[in-house]
Nanobody
Framework: QVQLVESGGGLVQAGGSLRLSCVAS????????MGWYRQAPGKQREFVAV???????NYGDSVKGRFTISKDNAKNTMYLQMNSLKPEDTAVYYC????????WGQGTQVTVSS
């Protein structure tokens, strides 16, 4: 089993920045890929960014050039640096880990005011 705990969400004005963190614990050796997803009220969960075990990254079209995903293997922590935030970025952001199974964190709320 893998446990994921997100933090770093909050309220920010449009144009501002936030950094989300996701700490993984448990059977982390089984994880191949980690990523961030988000879900706004009344909408489906949306892909934000992913990082592979080799450090390769991929981003959703709506966040390219504004968000940066990274990880610190020594701290078992993944980050999402979010810059130039827009009101449409408002959502609950979820950490995801994939290996033999898929795991989700509990989510952290990000609210961007206009």
């Amino acid at each position: 089993q893998v446990q994921l705990v997100e933090s770093g969400g909050g309220l920010v004005q449009a144009g501002g920045s936030l950094r989300l963190s996701c700490v993984a614990s448990g059977s982390i050796f089984s994880i191949n890929v980690m990523g961030w997803y988000r879900q706004a009220p009344g909408k489906q969960r949306e892909f934000v960014a992913v990082i592979g075990s080799d450090g390769s990254t991929n981003y959703g079209d709506s966040v390219k050039g504004r968000f940066t995903i990274s990880k610190d293997n020594a701290k078992n922590t993944m980050y999402l640096q979010m810059n130039s935030l827009k009101p449409e970025d408002t959502a609950v952001y979820y950490c995801n880990a994939r290996g033999l199974k898929g795991y989700w964190g509990q989510g952290t709320q990000v609210t961007v005011s206009s």
